[in-house]
């Protein structure tokens, strides 16, 4: 690039004397056999290199958060709310409620730090960094899969709440009933017995 910029500037014979009708010529010719040539470049690569330091911290700090683009909201909250190997080992689809109150917190403070990370615009002494569309796309990625989960989590409360009170609802009208016979005196004692001992622990 230093070359050609030289060797661009001609004389101007051509320019001044039309009749000459010459073949231009740099006025100072270079090439790669000049000292100052390797001096000079080996001085630009220098400075870029030294200049685009900062540029690439700052992006390597967006990279971090790269993950948030490959998340699948519908799997994580399957394997939050409705996991069949929890179903299988533990008896229930739903994961502890410590670990999705982490895991909402952890998107959560995603959200607050990219916000931080870093200005729209970032000027360093050669290069500016547009960090604006990046941050945004990041943040709200970060802010859907929360939102996401706590919707999962609301869904879970009502249909929860709804499930024990339509239980509670079915046992006092089971416990209400007068027995006709024996067989069904029997079917209420054993009735109350697993509502006491089972159904309201479970709930």
């Known amino acids: 690039m230093i070359i050609d910029s030289t060797n661009a500037v001609m004389d101007l014979e051509n320019d001044l004397m039309k009749s000459l009708m010459g073949i231009s010529k740099p006025n100072f010719p270079i090439d790669n056999n000049f000292p100052w040539i390797a001096e000079a470049q080996a001085q630009i690569n220098q400075m870029f290199e030294e200049n685009i330091k900062e540029p690439l911290n700052i992006l390597q700090e967006y990279k971090k958060y790269e993950y948030l683009l490959n998340v699948d909201k519908r799997e994580l909250t399957d394997s939050l709310f409705n996991n069949k190997e929890l179903l299988a080992t533990k008896g229930t689809e739903k994961a502890d409620i410590k ?78 009933k007068v027995p006709v016979d024996e067989k069904e005196l029997v079917q209420i004692r054993e009735f109350i017995k697993v509502s006491r001992d089972v159904t309201q622990i479970q709930l």
């Open 99 to 176: 670990d999705i109150r982490e895991t909402i917190l952890s998107f959560h403070h995603a959200v607050e730090e990219i916000s931080n990370l870093s200005n729209d615009w970032i000027d360093t002494p050669m290069f500016r960094v547009q960090a604006s569309s990046l941050k945004e796309k990041l943040a709200n990625t970060a802010l859907n899969i929360r939102n996401h989960l706590i919707a999962a989590v609301t869904k879970w409360s009502n249909d929860t709440v709804n499930h024990i009170e339509h239980t509670f609802q079915e046992m006092e009208v089971t416990i209400r």
